[in-house]
């Protein structure tokens, strides 16, 4: 079952969150589609959504909420089946 | 008893710190800088006396950590705090705390920030002092006939607003008392299907609506006006292009509109700079007040270059407890001054941010020219705070020669390695409609929409 790495295409700001008291997009275990929201990066006060492109299973984050990122910077993975 | 410090502390980043710092040196303050990790070796900790690290990049986490900049000021020895604009700057619990920490907050008292950063408290303050605002319901509508009866007082066109609605969100206009009872209704289900809440009140609809916007200064006791900035040309709601005078109020219109600023703001006893925000009716030649900015702004350089009044410095030198040095008749309007934002966005792909290393940068200058901005060769521009990166002021003796000057700026400015929105200027500076002055607040997107860049 391949590990699909999923990487911030921008720099900036991670959110886990839509806001600070929502529950987070996806944690650990969550099972995703194509399309879902996996996490925001905040860019100069622009907010782009990070979209699974595969079907799977989040098996590890590696950002926490509020967390500075490099474009290319792992962000999570996705297991596929 | 007077204040006295000898150390400012300036929370804040980017050009408004840079701004800040120069005007406190000029006074003889030292200054402090603060920074977060990603601002370590920006141009405000450059030039200030010391800079103190106040915690980890996000915002929420340095430039609005209270416990960290009070700290800060006590370790520095600062005896004043000025907060720039954004951030803590409209936060009425940081100035208190700044007071019960026994420092100056270099601005109006929290009870000013209170009383005038909150709509509705500022539009009664406003018509008890009588300024006039926005004609309206005095709250929610309910029926049909109540509707018609209010709107012949208020005056067609008339808008309808759900109560739940914001931001351009739960509007219907209408033209007559037929349209209106049509549009009730429709607006009412609206409403409560988007919201969950029907209730809808009545407001004046302003057609063309200009943005214009009186500059104060009050030391507590006296207030005075430094005239107006027109800031009509806006992109959702973000200025990106303001001078002064506004090219479309007369002689007469100018006068009653600053004196009402000055009544407003003498009505809450106003210390510091000030910004009393106004639509202008175009057609009706009306204007209304719609809210107060209890801050310095951004672009108060072209109040500047128009009255030769320095009002980061007039706003320490209240802060240290002296009165206005000048009067009313002091302030004289000379010539135009035009402001227009660099940002690092690009105009090309809806403007999508573009943070980067500027490689190398050229700097526009000669007779009437100024450059606000935290650039340098090498700097580079972090994507967790805003896009601004500079502001290019120009000052001539009338508004064509601005325009002219301005166009030569531009094309002097060079900032190599992002992409800015000085094309955009570019196009704006030589667009005929632009160059007559006739805009409203909703010209820029109509024209963003209609050429593409």
């Known amino acids: 079952m391949p590990q699909i790495e999923v990487l911030s295409p921008l720099p900036g700001t991670f959110y886990r969150q839509a806001s600070p008291d929502a529950a987070p997009y996806v944690i650990e275990g969550s099972r995703v589609h194509v399309g879902d929201v996996l996490g925001l990066v905040e860019v100069m006060k622009q907010f782009s959504e990070v979209n699974a492109e595969v079907d799977g299973v989040v098996t590890r984050i590696f ?9 290319g910077q792992t962000l999570l993975y996705i297991e596929a089946p | ?41 920006s141009l405000p900790t450059q030039l200030a006396d010391e800079a103190i690290h106040i915690g980890a990049t996000p915002a929420s986490k340095s430039y609005l950590n209270v416990d960290a900049i009070l700290s800060a000021a006590k370790a520095a020895g600062a005896g004043a705090i000025h907060p720039g604009y954004g951030f803590l700057a409209e936060n009425a619990a940081f100035a208190d705390a700044v007071a ?6 270099v601005g109006p008292s929290a009870h000013a920030i209170r009383t005038m950063g909150d ?5 009664a303050a406003a018509q008890r002092a009588g300024v006039p605002t926005v004609p309206g319901s005095t709250g929610v509508v309910d029926s049909l006939d109540d509707a018609v009866r209010i709107a012949a007082d208020i005056g ?35 409403a409560k299907a988007a919201f969950g809440n029907g209730a809808v009140y009545l407001e004046r609809f302003i057609r063309h609506a200009r943005h214009i916007e009186v500059q104060i200064l009050g030391d507590g006791k006296n207030v005075l006006h430094f005239f107006e900035r027109e800031c009509s040309l806006q ?25 009402s600023a000055v009544a407003l703001a003498r009505a809450v006893s106003y210390s510091g700079a000030g910004t009393l925000e106004y639509l202008y009716d175009d057609e009706s030649q009306e204007f209304f007040f719609i ?24 706003m320490l030198r209240i802060a240290m407890g002296e009165q206005l040095r000048l009067t009313q008749g002091d302030i004289c309007l000379r010539g135009t001054a035009i402001e227009v934002r660099i940002n690092a966005e690009n105009p090309a792909k809806n403007f999508a941010p573009c943070p980067g290393k500027v490689s190398s940068l050229r700097i526009p200058g000669g007779p009437g020219v100024r450059f606000d901005s935290m650039l340098f060769p090498g700097y580079v521009v972090p994507p967790f705070y805003d896009s601004l990166l500079g502001k290019l002021i120009v000052h001539d003796e009338n508004r064509t020669a601005a325009l002219d000057r301005l166009n030569r700026a531009l094309r002097e400015l060079d900032v190599e390695g992002l992409t800015t929105t000085k094309g955009l200027h570019q196009k704006l500076v030589l667009d005929p409609e632009v160059r007559l002055g006739k805009f409203d607040t909703s010209f820029l997107e109509r024209w963003l929409a209609s050429k593409p860049l």
């Open chain 1, 63 to 71: 950002v926490e909420d509020g967390d500075a990122v490099e474009p």
């Open chain 2, 1 to 41: 008893m007077k204040p006295d410090f000898d150390t400012l502390l300036v929370a804040n980043r980017g050009e408004i710190a840079v701004r800040i710092i120069r005007a406190a040196r000029e006074l003889g303050l030292r200054t402090i800088a603060v920074f977060s990790d990603a601002d370590a070796g």
């Open chain 2, 100 to 105: 019960a920490a026994g420092l100056v907050f």
């Open chain 2, 119 to 123: 709509k509705a408290a500022a539009r």
């Open chain 2, 156 to 190: 067609y066109p008339i808008m309808i607003k759900a109560s739940a609605g914001g931001g351009g969100r739960g509007i219907r206009v209408a033209n007559d008392d037929a349209e209106l009872r049509r549009e009730m209704t429709t607006a009412q289900a609206e």
């Open chain 2, 235 to 259: 992109r959702r709601r973000q200025k990106i292009w303001e001078e002064a005078p506004s090219a479309a109020i007369d002689t007469r219109t100018r006068e009653a509109m600053c004196s």
């Open chain 2, 291 to 314: 809210e107060m900015n209890t801050r310095i702004q951004v672009e108060h350089p072209v109040t500047e270059m128009v009255t030769g009044v320095d009002l980061v410095k007039e």
